[in-house]
């Protein structure tokens, strides 16, 4: 079966900094797939590649099947893969329904007499949302009265609308409480059962595990594993993300300490608490 997305063996170095090591994953349509790592763990830099922000330094991306060579994320959305950023990219003043359609307005009348058609606009923008669930008062009102939540569902619901086949969202609960986060993650299921190939990253195994089809966990830039739900319960989930991110942030403040102060005794104990990390089988290998 060809995978929507798929990537074989890639790299991402930045100089000597190793952000993504051999990662190989896949997205298929109607699934959500969920990148989870700690910070640092090259989850940003995956998606960065997947929406050509960047290029791998190694290995393959491949798009239906075919190799992409993605030079801008301008292409990536040519090719149907969009991504809600957390910051949005949208203008706090304006309507909802101007963001909605912000550098792809509906024009009516011919050139050179060719206006927005705000009517249209406005009733496209409550059909659309209405579609994915999501009811708003009024397309006039502007995008900063809505809730975090809302915000990002209007940025999946206009995604959807505009032909995406795959949908990126970096850490889209981030800034959430959790009713906030339910709501995202509703537009989350809503978006898969549309068809798309949905790739949700987060470092919340708890906001992953209810909407997940798959996860694909990072540490330090590698795949750690990738699970079917059907293969890994909640707490397990939970228990890779916990004590693997505690262990490493200590481990990784007593590298810094001993760095910084050139304390040997601070190093031992950094090395010490490396191999017990592994130990744990929650390190590198
Ligand atoms: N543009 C960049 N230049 C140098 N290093 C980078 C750059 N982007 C990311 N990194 C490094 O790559 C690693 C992975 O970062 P990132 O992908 O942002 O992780 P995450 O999103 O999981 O927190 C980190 O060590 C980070 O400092
Ligand atoms: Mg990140």
Redesign the pocket.
């Known amino acids: 079966m060809t995978h929507l997305i798929e990537v074989d063996s890639v790299s991402k170095y930045?100089?000597n900094?190793m952000?993504?090591k051999d990662v190989s994953a896949h997205v298929n349509a109607g699934e959500v797939t969920c990148v989870l790592?700690?910070?640092?763990?090259?989850?940003?830099?995956?998606i960065?590649i997947l929406c050509g922000l960047h290029q791998a330094s190694d290995g393959q991306y491949r798009v239906d099947g075919e190799v992409a060579n993605f030079a801008s994320p301008r292409e990536a959305l040519d090719a149907g893969i969009a991504t809600v950023y957390q910051d949005l990219a949208m203008v706090p003043l304006m309507a909802v329904w101007r963001n909605f359609f912000l550098g792809s307005e509906l024009q009516q009348g011919k050139t050179p007499f060719k206006r927005m058609d705000v009517a249209k606009s406005k009733q496209t923008v409550v059909d659309e949302l209405g579609k994915m669930g999501i009811s708003i008062r009024d397309p006039e009102q502007p995008v900063g009265t809505l809730s975090g939540g809302e915000r990002q569902s209007v940025a999946i619901a206009r995604a959807v609308y505009f032909g995406a086949r795959v949908l990126i969202l970096?850490e889209p609960t981030a800034a959430l409480g959790v009713k906030q986060a339910g709501v995202v993650l509703r537009y989350v299921v809503e978006a898969k059962k549309r068809g798309l190939g949905v790739i949700l990253?987060t470092?919340n195994p708890h906001h992953a595990y209810p909407v997940g089809d798959h996860f694909v966990i990072?540490r330090r830039?590698e795949v750690l594993g990738d699970y079917q739900k059907k293969d890994i319960p909640l707490e397990q989930l939970v228990q890779m993300m916990a004590g693997g991110a505690d262990l490493e942030t200590l481990q990784h403040e007593l590298e810094k300490a001993a760095a910084q102060t050139g304390d040997d005794e601070l190093a031992e104990a950094a090395t010490a608490f490396g191999e017990e990390t592994e130990q744990l089988g929650l390190g590198d290998e």
């Open positions: 930045f100089g900094i952000a993504l790592g700690d910070n640092g763990a090259g989850k940003s830099t995956f960065k970096d990253i470092h990072l830039g």
